[in-house]
């Protein structure tokens, strides 16, 4: 199976700060790379796809990057309800497989 | 708007068969590709598998063995069995509704989750 290394494993950060969050595959997984939000006793929250699509709805704070093995995504401008934890999860190799999750706390 | 919901006993005695039903509604059943993903305490997500109308279905190697996930197209339901559990299949488990290619998925709405402990 594909791994997929996040870092960091969690990070402070302000209201305003950007913030940038890795993942590399084990592998190449050419643009099949999606990035959840999850929130302490809830459902993932399915944020991008194909690298950088945003789903219907996610605020354009959130932008992703990358290709081959290393992603990246950013929020621009980290607000109140981003913190949260964060897990990207591949889709081009079997099984599909999730990142250890970063986890953005309040600074 | 695609809306799952998660349904089943908390509490599995170890050897016995977890089973659990995931409730669709939004969408037709026979429109998606239907698979749970579970999330043991504290720990990274992990894909079960996945079944598409009825008929398609595909496991994680890893509990291949012990899973089926089956639709009940009449109910607008599908389910999970896995069978021979241990204490490390305690996890909050999820349904979701996902987005397959010939060897992969992304998932787009996911059901609340539900918590199953298993223990005697």
């Known amino acids: 199976a594909i791994q997929l290394t996040q870092s960091p494993s969690s990070l402070s950060a302000s209201i305003g700060d950007r913030v940038i969050i890795s993942c590399r595959a084990s592998?190449?997984?050419?643009?099949?790379l999606a990035w959840y939000q999850q929130k302490p006793g809830k459902a993932p929250k399915f944020l991008i796809y194909?690298?950088?699509t945003l789903d219907t709805g996610v605020p354009s704070r959130f932008s992703g990057s990358g290709s081959g093995t290393h992603f990246t995504l950013t929020i621009s401008s980290l607000q109140p309800e981003d913190f949260a934890t964060y897990y990207c999860q591949q889709f081009n190799g079997f099984p599909p497989t999730f990142g250890g999750g970063t986890r953005v706390e309040i600074k | 708007q695609v809306q799952l919901h998660e349904s089943g006993p908390g509490l599995v005695k170890p050897s016995e068969t977890l089973s659990l039903t995931c409730t669709v509604s939004g969408v037709s059943i026979r429109s998606y590709y239907w698979s749970w993903v579970r999330q043991p305490p504290g720990k990274e997500l992990e894909w079960i598998g996945y079944n598409f109308n009825s008929g398609s279905t595909k496991y994680n190697p890893s509990l291949m063995s012990r899973v089926t996930i089956s639709i009940d197209t009449s109910k607008s339901q599908f389910s999970l069995e896995l069978t021979s559990v241990t204490a490390a299949d305690t996890a909050v488990y999820y349904c979701a509704s996902s987005y397959c290619s010939s060897n992969s998925c992304y998932f787009d709405h996911w059901g609340p989750g539900t918590l199953v402990t298993v223990s005697s």
């Open positions: 194909d690298v950088s």
């Open positions: 592998q190449d997984i050419s643009s099949a």
